[in-house]
């Protein structure tokens, strides 16, 4: 039985955490939820699991939901709220499915307390990478990947050396825009980026499946993951969604997992490792599926990748200004103020602006961060339109 405390409860992970904690209840247990801003659906989620910690880091919402929720539920707000959820809670996993940054304070904490880790947050590893995992490996700490392709690996690699690793595929979809015509990206839509051809997820994640940035930020969160470096990772184009990634090792043989896209797999992976349960998931039919198809990514034409290769190989600071940046920038584009292809150009825009420093504590991660976030929201009066993708200095 694992006693999992669920960051990220109203979203897309979340909600296919607690189905999984249905699916298994003598493998899975809800001791503590966590939301931004959703009031009902996080009052739901308590009458249903029954528990006694909860969160909310909007104030406002928070406010609302005290009046909703059972009086003996202890309900902490603000991000300190999620860091006092962890200390105060007697779980032995936390599940981050916070977007963006958010998750780090509450990870770190639960880390402190020896709670083994549940990742589905890239953003975690993405921006404290170095932090994260020498913390985990000083306590004594697990940290289990629910990322689809992450787990896969995770999977593929269980009773294999790490020294006969010679690459990581990660799988990716394509997104909606895989065969658009490069001239046609400046014109695409918000409503055209948010239909993702395979997967039901959030509205930012979702963007950045469509500008690659998604797989770019799997890519630095896989060198952390897996301990490898940046040359070894390569991404390739699977718009079926079924191989959710691969490991090539030292004899040229590879091997790859394979299931349905519901991410009720991987987190049901992550909680019951080093088991394997019986579940009420859909399996393959490898005749109803067919054929399976591959391509390489157009980098080109989607810079993401490129720029987050650039990212994790230099280090430091680096990955973290990426991630910020790529932040502020699908938050512009999502209300009407650069077209599509202004994410990426703002990306690289402050990246080349940006004075690394190498081996950051947390003070400077954060610091880099915020200087980010600030120089990008700055760098939005400057027009896209039509521009191209700068070199990367």
């Known amino acids: 039985m694992r006693k999992v405390l669920l960051l990220g409860s109203t979203g897309s992970i979340g909600t296919s955490a607690l189905k999984v904690a249905r699916d298994l209840p003598e493998r899975m247990q809800i001791v503590g939820l966590a939301a931004n801003s959703s009031v009902e659906a996080l009052v739901e989620q308590v009458r249903e699991t029954g528990v006694k910690q909860v ?10 939901a005290r009046a909703l929720l059972p009086a003996d539920v202890v309900l902490h707000t603000g991000a300190q709220g999620l860091v006092d959820l962890v200390n105060e809670s007697d779980a032995d996993m936390v599940l981050v499915a916070i977007v963006g940054t958010a998750g780090l304070a509450p990870a770190l904490a639960a880390i402190e307390k020896g709670m083994h880790l549940a990742v589905a947050s890239k953003e975690i590893l993405v921006m404290a990478g ?28 269980e009773g294999h050396r790490h020294s006969n690793v010679q690459r ?21 839509t918000v409503a055209q980026a948010l239909k993702h051809p395979t997967w039901n997820m959030g509205r930012k994640i979702t963007i950045d499946s469509a500008t690659l940035f998604n797989k770019g930020l799997e890519m630095i969160e896989a060198k952390w993951l897996f301990d490898v470096p940046m040359d070894k990772i390569e991404v390739v184009v699977h718009p079926q969604s079924i191989v959710h990634s ?10 790859a997992q394979l299931s349905h896209s519901d991410m009720c797999f991987p987190i049901q992976y992550a909680v019951t490792w080093p088991d394997r349960v019986p579940n009420n998931l859909k399996p393959l039919n490898f005749a109803q599926v067919g054929a399976l198809h591959f391509e390489a990514p157009r980098v080109d034409d989607f810079p993401a990748l490129n720029l987050a290769r650039h990212a994790g190989t230099i280090g430091g600071t680096l990955p973290a200004v990426l991630n ?8 512009a584009f999502l209300n009407g103020k650069i077209p599509f292809p ?46 191209e993708p700068r070199s990367l200095s």
Not at 55 to 64: E, F, G, I, S, V
Request: charge should be negative.
């Open 324 to 331: 910020a940046a790529n932040e502020v920038a699908v938050e």
């Open 246 to 255: 691969m490991v090539e090792f030292a004899d040229n043989s590879v091997i």
């Open 55 to 64: 969160a909310l880091t909007d104030p406002a919402a928070a406010a609302k």
């Open 130 to 157: 170095e932090a994260v995992t020498e913390a985990a490996k000083r306590k004594g700490v697990n940290i289990l990947p629910v990322d689809s392709e992450h787990n896969a690996i995770f999977q593929c690699l």
């Open 168 to 188: 990581i595929l990660l799988t990716a979809s394509g997104g909606p825009f895989r065969t658009l015509p490069a001239e046609q990206l400046p014109s695409v």
């Open 342 to 387: 202004g994410i990426w150009q703002t990306v690289e825009r402050i990246m080349n602006d940006h004075q690394v420093i190498a081996h950051p504590n947390l003070e400077a991660l954060i610091e880099a961060d915020a200087w980010a976030r600030r120089t990008a929201a700055d760098s939005l009066s400057v027009s896209y339109d039509n521009a």
